[in-house]
């Protein structure tokens, strides 16, 4: 009874040991994959995983050949069975061991790649800031090599002593090397403890500045199921079914994007285009409509969109309050896989040229975007009047529009042919029939959140199960201004004007309560690991090595120029 006691205790303990082990090794193969994601190189953790799983298969073969026979069975038939299952134990540990040298193999590429971003940027007037957070991804980077090395040394080093201690012949011996085996595990225990206490960054936790250079390049996804099926309640007449996908169609590139940005933004007769004044509501009024009014269209299907218009991927929920710059700054971050879109915007203002080269290096430049502003015909709904808006510099009115289109005036939103009072449908078509995602561009005042139109969208997009993610200058912009959106009620949300307002309550109406609302906005906005502004609040361990791959990326990517480090550092 006793023996039998003794037997499933260590069989306990082994399967322990391997789950341990198969947990340690995912637990690398994890980084390295964010690492890829997000320093765009190769560190080889499709085949890490492989050989994990080949090193669990063949530990399980190993463990149920020899449970496999009971009772009686021919002497030569058992010993088959065992020298099968030493074999397949064997294979294991040459994966295991395999697994663990190419773990190691890539965490010291990614340190040496790190080591050498830092060389070249010490060499350029890089910004002490910069500096200290590239110094300290070094760091990280080699005590992720060092807990994985230490851990490999111990198991090789264990799991040799068990393999001999099986062909040992004296019992005697075999007790000896059975107390030595239990040494060595316990060993092993102490150094898979410290190896993950390295890997998850606990040793110490990060003190981040809010001057930090990490601070630019945090990320924020929130994912969704596959529409599973949406029930979507109006039945749409055929005209407002063909100006849904007529909208759904008005997607721009990229390259459209920037190329306005680049050249028809500033050829606009007796005004100038000031980045760091002008809001998109400016642009719309000084430079969109102008630029659009002999087309008397969107500018997304005019003759200016060289690219020409197609059907939306990604839709872009921003307010009209927001600067135009970090408007189109939000977007290029989406396309470089960025949610912090600082950087971004100050090479849009510093060199663009320089970020249009890396957005192509990528291959990004025709991702589709629906952007209101563009994609929708101003001349049907704004342009012959303008009540308030002011130009920022001049502080002078915009100037109304000439054209002979007529405005639509549509009070209780049911106008077929209004492009404003159809969002929410235009989102259900575009997911529904190929899929589209929302990037949150949010604006540096958190003004956003207070907008109707824009909560009425991203909850809708919530609705919908659209993989949403959220576009912030800086962590420090959530940090300071967070507990401004904690009372939070659509009641008292903004809009262009109160029939604006009243129609998106009517609309919520329709389907809740307006306290509902608001609670379900709340857990939008802070629910823990679900919320848009979840993965703003922490810096773990993974999160770090996501932030090593970017400065890899971006290391590489001003290779000695300066060009990034200089339009990384606050200029405040």
Known sequence: MLSDWHSALVAFRLVLYLVGLFWMQLLVAGRL???????????????????????????????????????????TLLSMTFNGAFLAGSLSFVCNVGASALAIYALTQSFLQMRRVLRLAEMED?????????????????????????SLVLTVVVLSVALWSLHLDTMATRDTFTWLLAVVQCFDSFGNAFAALLLSGSHRLPKLQPNQASQEMSCCKCEKEPLAGVAKVTEWSQPWKRKVEELSSRGMNLRS??????????????????????????????????????????YAVSALNRGGAQRATVMVTHNW??????????VVSDALEECSFKLAARLLEEDCEFLCAVVDEIGQLDDMYWICAFSVNQHASICHTNPYDR???????????????????????????SEINKFDDMMYHLKATGGCRQVVAVDQ????????????????????QMNQSL??????TLQQR??????????????????????????????????????????????????????????????QMGEVGRLIRWGLVDAGTGKVWKAWEPHE
């Open 33 to 75: 994959d964010l690492l890829e994601q997000t320093s765009k190189q190769n560190y080889c953790s499709s085949c890490l995983r492989k050989l994990v799983w080949m090193q669990a298969c063949v530990t399980a073969v190993a463990a149920l050949l020899p449970l496999g026979f009971g009772g009686q069975v021919e002497v």
């Open 126 to 150: 890089t910004p002490v800031a910069v500096q200290s957070s590239l110094k300290q991804a070094k760091r990280f980077t080699a005590l992720q090599v060092m807990g994985v090395a230490f």
């Open 257 to 298: 994007l920037l190329h306005f940005y680049q050249q028809d933004l500033h050829r606009i007769p007796d005004w100038k285009y000031v980045p760091r004044e002008h809001k998109t509501r400016d642009v719309v009024r000084r430079a969109i409509i102008p630029l659009t009014s002999k087309e008397e269209s969107a």
């Open 321 to 330: 309050g927001n600067s135009f710059k970090d408007l189109l700054a939000a």
């Open 391 to 417: 130009d920022p510099v001049t502080n002078e009115l915009h100037p109304v529009c000439s054209c002979s289109c007529v405005n639509i005036h549509d009070p209780d939103g049911r106008s077929d042919m």
């Open 445 to 464: 005042a958190l003004d956003l959140f207070h907008r109707a139109w824009c909560m009425a969208e991203i909850a809708e997009a919530k609705r919908l």
């Open 471 to 476: 576009k912030l200058s800086t962590r420090m």
């Open 482 to 543: 967070a507990r401004t959106l904690e009372q939070l009620d659509v009641r008292g949300m903004r809009a262009s004007c109160e029939k604006d307002r009243e129609l998106i309550l009517g609309k919520i109406k329709n389907i809740q309560s307006i306290d509902d609302f608001n609670s379900e906005l709340q857990l939008l906005i802070f629910g823990q690991g679900t919320g848009l502004l979840a993965s703003w609040n922490a810096m773990d361990s993974l999160q």
